[in-house]
């Protein structure tokens, strides 16, 4: 099976300016989670979506978005960018087994604001 | 709120040596742990899980919810063990969030 996969790998915007990222989980994943992270703050939970419904949100302000689309695939936006927002963005899809539950990680899309 | 936290930003061992990587949590429910690994260069994985009692790599973790922590253990480092490590702990109660320690990176000197 395909991991997950993000795209654009690597953006470069300016201040004020919004952004668009995509996730696409691994086939039959059903969980989408965002999360942020950045030297300063570590590893921050954004947003999670299941089945096109958004289950959970992050203490981030309201210019952090996202939604699911039916096929799964997931995008987050960002709007009026400000330059804390530089970070490597990771998505994460949910796999629930006999096991418990894992969540498996994309290679990241790193934004940074100048 | 549930908090985890890898008091080490950073653990230097020579090779051959034992290695225990720590973790504390504060959580109000039934705990469910993870640690995941990031090797240079490479996105972030699961490395092992309290549920399944596992060993992965020859690294073992037990949880202790008297001392609310969840350490990381391996007898023996190894060159390639090199890697960010992260703690982690599962809000199932608001679907999967994650809540991620700080991480420690090890550093295994030959």
């Known amino acids: 099976k395909a991991g997950v996969t993000q795209t654009p790998r690597y953006l470069i915007k300016t201040r004020g300016q919004q952004v668009t990222l995509s996730c696409s989980p691994i086939?039959?994943?059903?969980?989408v989670s965002w999360y942020q992270q950045t030297p300063g703050q570590g590893l921050q939970f954004l947003f999670e979506?299941?089945?096109?419904?958004?289950?959970n949100k992050g203490n981030f302000p309201g210019r952090f978005s996202g939604r699911q689309f039916s096929n799964s695939r997931s995008e987050m936006n960002v709007s009026t960018l400000e330059l804390g927002d530089s970070a490597l963005y990771l998505c994460?899809?949910?796999?629930?087994?006999?096991?418990?539950?894992?969540?498996?990680f994309g290679p990241g899309t790193r934004l940074t604001v100048l | 709120a549930q908090r985890v936290t890898q008091p080490e930003k950073l653990l230097s061992v020579f090779k051959g040596a034992p290695v225990e990587l720590k973790c504390n949590y504060s959580?109000?429910?039934?705990?469910?742990l993870f640690w995941y690994v990031q090797y240079s260069r490479q996105r972030l994985q699961l490395l092992l899980r309290?549920?399944s009692r596992e060993s992965i790599k020859g690294f073992t973790a037990d949880l202790n919810k008297g001392e609310t922590s969840f350490h990381l253990k391996k007898p023996f480092a190894q060159e390639e063990d090199s890697a960010m490590y992260y703690c982690?702990?599962?809000?199932?109660?608001?679907?999967?969030?994650?809540?991620f320690g700080g991480g420690t990176r090890l550093m295994v000197k030959p």
């Open positions: 979506y299941f089945s096109e419904t958004q289950r």
């Open positions: 994460a899809s949910s796999l629930i087994s006999g096991s418990g539950i894992e969540q498996f």
């Open positions: 982690a702990l599962l809000n199932n109660n608001a679907g999967n969030m994650l809540t």
């Open positions: 086939s039959g994943h059903r969980s």
């Open positions: 959580y109000s429910g039934s705990p469910e």
């Open positions: 309290h549920i």
